[in-house]
């Protein structure tokens, strides 16, 4: 069982541009939801989180969006650069286990 | 400081091996996870520890997949006779504690069942 979708599956933007990366989940017991960033052969690493009390975080160029009664939330990356190329994961966690979207990966052009 | 580390990196093995995956977590790490990525997919959970214990192997596919932490430290995930439907790349993370920390990933074990 899928319990959070991410869209799209791949985002080609224009450096400068702004990539929105969203995702969706079904269990309202999910108290924490972070963005994961991986680049090819590395593990992923902590881009930005959320708790649902809070409807947006931002963290440089980096925002999440959160909306409890819709179930979604998003990552807008502002200014998008060509090193922000990699996959992009949102995950949502229910006690300390942490249930991810499918990816996302980003290609920002030069 | 030093990050999580797996060893090994690689692993080709045959069809109905066994094969062990070694995690070392960050010092003073409490917390210790297990994933799996399949090709172009996300992960996949597979089971938590909190020292010792694992207070969640619900993710864990079939009784073929073991895992064990010894000393708070070091964990070792074991498939016993291996599919090709494991063939995956097999992460381990750490964090400070259970619940909302941050947790650290390594690098990964790629695994190929032949």
């Known amino acids: 069982q899928q319990q959070v979708k991410q869209s799209p599956q791949s985002l080609i933007v224009q450096k400068g541009g702004i990539s929105i990366i969203n995702c969706a989940y079904e269990n309202t017991a999910f108290d924490y939801f972070p963005w994961y960033q991986q680049f090819p052969g590395k593990g992923p690493a902590l881009l930005i989180a959320i708790r649902p009390d809070v409807s947006e975080k931002k963290e440089g160029r980096f925002t999440i969006s959160f909306n409890k009664s819709a179930k979604q939330f998003s990552l807008h990356i502002m200014d998008s650069q060509p090193g922000d190329s990699a996959t992009y994961f949102c995950?949502?966690?229910?006690?300390?286990?942490?249930?991810f979207g499918e990816g996302t990966q980003l290609t920002v052009n030069p | 400081g030093a990050g999580v580390s797996q060893s090994p990196s690689n692993k080709v093995t045959e069809k109905g091996k066994d094969v062990e995956l070694r995690c070392d977590p960050i010092?003073?790490?409490?917390?210790l996870y297990w994933y799996r990525q399949s090709l172009g997919q996300g992960l996949e959970f597979l089971i938590y520890f909190q020292g010792n214990s694992a207070p969640d192997k619900s993710g864990l596919p079939s009784d073929r997949f073991s895992a064990e932490r010894t000393g708070g430290s070091v964990s070792t995930l074991t498939i016993q006779r291996t599919q090709q439907e494991d063939s995956a790349v097999y992460l381990c993370?750490?964090?400070?504690?259970?619940?909302?920390?941050?947790?650290?990933f390594g690098p990964g074990t790629r695994l190929t069942v032949t």
């Open positions: 995950a949502a966690e229910q006690g300390s286990r942490l249930t």
């Open positions: 010092s003073g790490h409490t917390a």
């Open positions: 993370a750490s964090s400070f504690r259970g619940g909302s920390y941050e947790q650290y």
